[in-house]
């Protein structure tokens, strides 16, 4: 059981570059996440989808786009990489449909570390 | 002023301490709230939810104290493989991490 996969592991970028980061959960999870973790600010989250098809802005989501592919799939893209996004970015799920309901608990991919040059 | 604010440490302790953290939220609307555990460069692993009334699991006690908005943690023989960094994790409709805090356990 595979949980929360997330690819690739490491990357390195160019200012202006773009890229994909892929996601997929395989524990037939509701919602799914992305979050970025940097040094002194905590987790925090980009983007959010509630349910197949539906997704939202979290709390920091300039410079990102995302897709839910399907229930198993969420991606997070960076159309024009800036020095500013260079951070360790996690996908995570949850069992729970609408987002952020009581006591829902997130499941964590193992983290993309990115760097912007 | 941090929505979910936690002292960073370190705390050092040796092995068979016991060691407690302390996290406030500022929400009071908070509904939801959480221990993680993480390891270095590793994600994120739920610890444990922290309920009203308290809650234990094994050597590790939640509490929740709503009044002053502070939830903690107690961790009791504390191992070497308890040496990590806890996220305390407060939300209502949306999770707030706290930066975390990190413990070192020494033999």
């Known amino acids: 059981n595979a949980g929360v996969t997330q690819t690739p592991k490491f990357q390195v970028l160019k200012t202006g570059q773009s890229m994909t980061l892929q996601c997929a959960q395989d524990m037939n999870h509701n919602s799914m996440y992305w979050y970025r973790q940097d040094p002194g600010m905590g987790l925090r989250l980009i983007y959010y989808s509630a349910s197949e098809g539906t997704t939202d802005k979290g709390e920091v989501p300039n410079g990102y786009n995302v897709s839910r592919l399907n229930k198993r799939e969420f991606s997070l893209r960076l159309e024009s990489a800036a020095p500013s996004q260079t951070s360790v970015y996690f996908c995570?799920?949850?069992?729970?449909?609408?987002?952020?309901?009581?006591?829902?608990?997130?499941?964590f991919g193992s983290g993309t570390q990115l760097s912007v040059l | 002023r941090k929505e979910v604010e936690q002292d960073p440490g370190p705390f050092n302790v040796p092995e068979g301490a016991t060691v407690a953290f302390n996290c406030t939220y500022s929400?009071?609307?908070?509904?939801?709230f959480f221990w993680y555990r993480q390891d270095c460069r590793k994600e994120p692993k739920l610890l444990m939810s922290?309920?009203?009334s308290g809650n234990e699991d094994g050597r590790f006690t939640a509490q929740l104290n709503r009044a002053s908005q502070y939830i903690s943690l107690l961790i009791r023989d504390s191992k070497l493989s308890d040496s990590a960094t806890y996220l305390c994790v407060a939300g209502f409709q949306k999770l707030v991490f706290g930066t975390g805090t990190r413990l070192l356990v020494s033999p």
């Open positions: 922290v309920y009203s």
């Open positions: 929400n009071s609307a908070s509904q939801s």
């Open positions: 995570a799920s949850s069992p729970g449909q609408g987002g952020f309901g009581t006591n829902e608990k997130l499941f």
